[in-house]
């Protein structure tokens, strides 16, 4: 059974960063306790302000089972404010 792997490209309003950086470290606390949750962080691409959220999940049904936690932790948060373009997702399996 693959690990996985939720990739969320955000494109933060330069204004609203902070806001976007804050709520994800908010999101951190709330889930880094989840059980096949390997790890998970952000990274900037100083260029274009892009914003890239990771999770590594030891399984598929580990990550199935941790979304329920992640939805809760962002759940009204103002995306559509915060951000220039809407963010994009993408789950991807471990190949290598």
């Known amino acids: ?5 939720a990739q969320v490209v955000h494109f933060p309003k330069p204004e609203y960063r902070a806001d976007l950086l804050a709520a994800m470290g908010r999101l951190r606390s709330a889930v880094e306790h989840l059980p096949g949750l390997d790890e998970i962080g952000g990274f900037e691409d100083p260029e274009t ?3 890239v959220a990771v999770s590594v999940w030891a399984s598929e049904q580990a990550l199935q089972d941790g979304m329920p936690v992640l939805g809760a932790a962002i759940e009204g948060l103002p995306f559509d ?5 809407p ?3 993408s789950i991807l399996p471990q190949v290598a």
């Open 87 to 89: 963010y994009t997702m």
């Open 1 to 5: 059974m693959p690990r996985m792997m």
């Open 81 to 85: 404010v915060w951000e220039r373009e």
């Open 49 to 51: 302000g892009r914003i």
